[in-house]
């Protein structure tokens, strides 16, 4: 395969300017600007039918922009088309494969999409790296469901891609096999790799990823490092431990929106720092009422963050009308 020379001085890895996609009447993405420096790993966040995957496809050349510029490392997705698909590597959603070849036989056809002919040392390191070594052998059909997640991130880094863009991997996996791909991701942007990770477990980007964007109906409503995204919201998750199971919420915490599970030991709610309803709390928990054995409060996580921000964008949606709607 020819080496694609990565410019010198530096461009970002990847840089999206202004990027729009219509469907007919129906507008998927909505002037997206982003800048993704080398070595990142970067977070792609939203709702479904935010415009994620859109943006995802845009940029893998899967599908024509209607307006706007994409870049990978400075080479335009569309003119240059065989200068980017060799420096981005994708794992798509969808388990996409031809189900009566072996793993080996599948990542060999894959080298060979990009002129790779002497890369059986990488080949085999990704099986070891991958858990898939002793499954080499095996036809696609005869793998489970994680087996062929692991496979389509080996196909996507057989040719040691400089942008490696992970498109919900995690997703219909056990606990197990996430821990393992997060070792992966960690050890692949160790390395130096830039990745960009789209996901629907919050928890996953918070772990991960350096900054994150969040996309909703076709546009960023947030894009910043995790740490200054959450230190925006003045939210407080707050946990209550009881020592006996309560039937019912006390009327005054119920008016602050708490929930008690289901075996009545424990009670969650949000409070903001800003509107008193944490000094509400704590008078309420004062009267004494509750058979309280430990309160905890922990500062906004990315889940508030993401709830949050979405849910301002969805309260304005319906003005903006049928070119509003993502896809």
């Known amino acids: 395969m020819k080496t694609i020379p990565i410019p010198d001085p530096p461009v970002p890895a990847l840089e999206v300017r202004s990027v729009s996609k219509n469907y007919g009447a129906v507008r998927a993405l909505d002037g997206i600007t982003l800048s993704i420096p080398r070595g990142e790993l970067f ?6 039918g935010a415009g994620k995957s859109t943006l995802i496809n845009i940029i893998t050349g ?44 599948t990542l060999k056809i894959q080298s060979g999409y990009y002129g ?5 040392d990488w080949v085999e390191e990704l099986l070891e790296r991958l858990e898939l070594k002793e499954h080499e052998n095996k036809t696609i059909r005869e793998l489970s469901g994680g087996m062929k997640r692991r496979l389509l991130v080996a196909k996507a880094m057989v040719h040691k891609p400089a942008i490696l863009i992970l498109d919900e991997p995690t997703a219909g996996v056990d606990v197990a096999l996430r821990r393992s791909l ?11 790799t830039t990745v960009v990770l789209t996901t629907h477990y919050l928890d996953e980007a918070e772990e991960l990823c ?20 959450m230190q925006q919201i003045h939210n407080r998750r707050v946990t209550i431990e009881l020592g006996s199971r309560v039937e019912r919420l006390p ?25 008193g309803s944490l000094q509400r709390l704590v008078a309420a928990l004062g009267r004494g009422s ?14 508030d963050v993401f709830l949050e921000l979405t849910a301002e964008r969805d309260r304005g949606a319906g003005t903006r ?5 993502a896809r």
């Open 251 to 275: 009327e005054d915490l119920a008016s602050l929106g708490a929930t008690l599970s289901e075996d009545g030991r424990r009670i969650t709610l949000l409070v903001d720092r800003s509107d």
């Open 43 to 48: 977070g792609l966040l939203g709702p479904n």
């Open 62 to 105: 899967l599908v024509r922009r209607t307006s706007g510029d994409v870049k990978v490392f400075g080479y335009d997705v569309e003119r240059d088309y065989r200068a980017t698909r060799s420096l981005l590597g994708a794992v798509p959603q969808e388990l996409i494969y031809d189900h009566f070849f072996t793993v080996r036989q």
């Open 182 to 192: 997060w070792n992966l991701v960690r050890q692949v942007h160790a390395q130096g």
């Open 116 to 120: 790779l002919t002497g890369n059986a």
């Open 321 to 325: 009308g049928p070119a509003g709607v």
């Open 210 to 229: 350096e900054r994150v964007g969040i996309i909703n109906h076709g546009v960023f409503v947030a894009l910043d490092r995790k740490e200054v995204l």
């Open 290 to 303: 509750l058979p309280l054995v430990d309160f905890q409060a922990a500062g906004a996580g990315l889940e």
